[in-house]
C-alpha cells in the first residue's frame, strides 16, 4: 500500500472529534426529544383528565381548589401527585448519560444566572424604590449559585434529582 492509501485507510485525529461531537449532540437531541414526548404525551393526558372542572350550568369554576394536591403552585400548569409520579418514572426510563445530564443542568443554570444578574442591576439602580423585588432577586441568584456548588461536588444520584428538578421542573 502506499502511504496515501495508508492516510486515507486510517482516520485521522481531526476526523474523528467531530465525527464525536456529531454523535454527542446526536444523543443530546435524542434525549430531548425523548424527554419532550412524555412532557407532551403526559400532557395530554392531564388536560383530558381536567374537563370536569365546569360547574352544572356550563361555567367555569374559578374558585381555588379545596383539594391542595390540585391547587396551582405559580404560573405553571398544576400536576397531581399520580401525575408527577408518572412523568418522573417516565424520564427516568429514558434517562442520558451522566455528562449530558450535567451539561443540560449547567446550560439552565447559566440561563437563569444571566437572566437574574440583569434583573438585579436593573433592580440596583432604583434600590430604594423595588427594595423588595431586588430582595428575591439576590434570593433566587444566591439558590441558583447554591445549585452550582452543589453540581461541583455531586453523586450521580443527586445529579438526576437536579436535572429532574432543574431541567424538567419536576
Known amino acids: 500500500m502506499s502511504r496515501e492509501a495508508q492516510k486515507e485507510a486510517t482516520p485521522s485525529k481531526e476526523t474523528l472529534a467531530p465525527q464525536q461531537t456529531k454523535e454527542r449532540s446526536q444523543q443530546s ?4 426529544n425523548k424527554a419532550a414526548e412524555v412532557l407532551r404525551a403526559d400532557n395530554l393526558d392531564a388536560v383530558e383528565g381536567n374537563e370536569g372542572a365546569e360547574m352544572a350550568d356550563g361555567k367555569i369554576s374559578e374558585g ?6 390540585y391547587a396551582p403552585a405559580g404560573g405553571g400548569k398544576a400536576f397531581s401527585t399520580d401525575e408527577i409520579e408518572a412523568i418522573r418514572a417516565k424520564l427516568l426510563a429514558a434517562i442520558p448519560p451522566q455528562e449530558v445530564m450535567i451539561r443540560q443542568i449547567k446550560n439552565k443554570l447559566v440561563k437563569q444566572e444571566k437572566i ?3 434583573k438585579m442591576h436593573k433592580l440596583q439602580g432604583k434600590a430604594h424604590m423595588n427594595a423588595f423585588q431586588l430582595t428575591i432577586v439576590v434570593g433566587q441568584l444566591r439558590k441558583v449559585r447554591e445549585y452550582f456548588a452543589m453540581l461541583a461536588h455531586a453523586t450521580y ?6 436535572w429532574l428538578k432543574i431541567v424538567h421542573g419536576i
Open 29 to 32: 437531541k435524542e434525549v430531548k
Open 64 to 69: 381555588a381548589s379545596e383539594d391542595k394536591k
Open 116 to 118: 437574574l444578574n440583569r
Open 157 to 162: 444520584e443527586l445529579i438526576k434529582h437536579l
